[in-house]
């Protein structure tokens, strides 16, 4: 799914429907649709547009669940 935007004068397109740079992954093609059931080619949805990186904009304000990769430098 891709939707088009606008934030402060200039025109975006987004694929992302959630925050952050780790994409969400489903397990299928019907789960990924279950994710935007609501929301059909032409509507009117609202797209949250990180001030500091608008070309990211995406459309469920919650996070992905992936943990968080924490690595140690050896000394």
Same mark, same amino acid.
Not at 26 to 38: C, I, K, M, S, V
Not at 41 to 60: I, M, Q, R
């Given at each position: 799914?891709?939707?088009?935007?606008?934030? *402060?004068?200039? &025109?975006?397109? &987004?694929?992302?429907?959630?925050?952050? =740079?780790?994409? !969400? =992954?489903? %397990?299928? *093609?019907?789960? #990924? !649709? #279950?994710?935007?059931?609501?929301?059909?080619? %032409?509507?009117?949805?609202? +797209?949250?547009?990180?001030?500091?990186?608008?070309? *990211?904009?995406?459309?469920?304000?919650?996070?992905?669940?992936?943990?968080?990769?924490?690595? *140690? #430098? +050896? &000394?």
């Amino acid at each position: 799914m891709t939707f088009d935007y606008t934030y *402060e004068g200039g &025109s975006y397109t &987004s694929t992302n429907v959630y925050p952050g =740079e780790l994409p !969400r =992954e489903f %397990g299928n *093609e019907d789960q #990924a !649709r #279950a994710q935007l059931a609501d929301d059909g080619p %032409g509507d009117t949805v609202t +797209a949250y547009v990180p001030p500091d990186s608008p070309g *990211e904009a995406f459309l469920k304000h919650t996070t992905t669940g992936k943990p968080f990769l924490a690595i *140690e #430098a +050896a &000394s």
